[in-house]
């Protein structure tokens, strides 16, 4: 008999050692274009609540490019955000700040869209939702990136979790010179806080990290090394801290509005995949649902994906795409 509690011990040790399996959903690009979405939104969320997660990422873009940036805009936007149970973290997208600059947004100032946005859903060190997640803000434990209140990461059983201001709109890198000079000081924040994560979580022995924000980095064209590309440096940075860490990356965004799991990142010498890093693009826009994302520090490769669907969201899509 002591020979069996000895092994239903040492089973439980093991357990706590390694830690259990958890859920959290991601999600982002929506709701856009019209009170129609807006319900179909509101399921979505209703689903995600039914589904009980430890908490959901929403990866930018709160509306579409082409609504208002309005202050009526973002208490909508915080509205939605309080409909949800468990805890959210909130990636800033180019829709809510970037390209506000546009006609059909409202001719606004982005730069002071992008202030407004950091008072209203940054304020504090807590996350959104009805229960909210204690955050580390960079603002809190970097003296010279005050301003980034929006950057932020928390740790999950053994994963470290880091959201990033990087947005659409090749992250504001352009325009005119009062963008470029927000994207030097944003961009030097970013690269700052990707180096401190990656040692963080290599000091602590993580078991990996997942990265959170708006644009996509890695499509098409928009990987490259063009000095002109607005994503370069951060590329480079995941790429080169990544393949010394060795441990399961995830990154994960939105912006192009399909789902999509692939490997994107290359060593230095350009030759080899980086197979510890996996990204994940999220649907949106027309598709307004979800992914589930389990994380299991007990497998080799941890971290496994479910869409979350709601029925009746991909009954109305395929509606409207008929008539």
């Known amino acids: 008999m002591k020979f069996i509690h000895a092994i239903v011990l040492n089973l439980l040790l093991m357990g706590l050692a390694h830690g259990e399996s958890f859920r959290f959903v991601a999600l982002g690009d929506m709701p856009y274009n019209n009170a129609n979405d807006e319900y179909r939104y ?22 579409s490019s082409e609504t208002p940036c309005s202050d009526a805009a973002t208490e909508k936007i915080a509205s939605f955000f309080k409909r949800y149970e468990a805890p959210v973290i909130y990636s800033i997208g180019d829709n809510e700040w970037t390209d506000c600059y546009r ?6 100032d982005p730069i002071e869209r992008l202030a407004s946005i950091r008072k209203k859903f940054f304020s504090s060190n807590q996350s959104l939702g009805k229960n909210t997640l204690t955050l580390i803000r960079q603002a809190d434990v970097m003296s ?40 030097f000081k944003r961009n030097e924040a970013n690269l700052a806080w990707i180096n401190y994560t990656f040692q963080l979580a290599t000091e602590k022995k993580l078991a990996g990290i997942i990265f959170a924000f708006q644009a996509d980095m890695f499509t098409g064209q928009i990987q490259s090394d ?21 441990n399961a990356v995830l990154l994960i965004h939105g912006d192009t509005h ?47 994906f479910r869409p979350l669907i709601v029925k009746r969201n991909s009954e109305f899509s395929n509606s409207a795409r008929s008539k």
Do not use: C
Request: hydrophobic share 35%.
């Open 144 to 183: 010279d990136f005050k301003l980034y209140v929006e950057n932020s990461y928390w740790i999950q059983d053994q994963f470290l979790f880091v959201s990033l201001n990087i947005p659409g709109s090749n992250n504001d890198f352009e325009r005119n010179i009062l963008a470029v000079k927000e994207y």
């Open 42 to 63: 509101l399921n979505l969320i209703q689903a995600i609540n039914q589904s009980h997660p430890k908490f959901s990422l929403f990866v930018g873009d709160t509306k």
């Open 258 to 304: 399909r789902l999509r799991i692939d490997q994107p990142l290359k060593t230095s010498d350009q030759k080899y995949v980086l197979e510890n890093v996996i990204r994940v693009e999220l649907m949106g826009e027309e598709e307004i649902q979800a992914l589930e994302i389990t994380v299991d520090a007990r497998q080799n490769s941890p971290f496994s």
């Open 103 to 108: 006609p059909l947004s409202g001719s606004y």
């Open 226 to 246: 063009d000095l002109a590309n607005g994503y370069r440096d951060t590329v480079l940075s995941l790429s080169s801290h990544a393949e010394k860490f060795s």
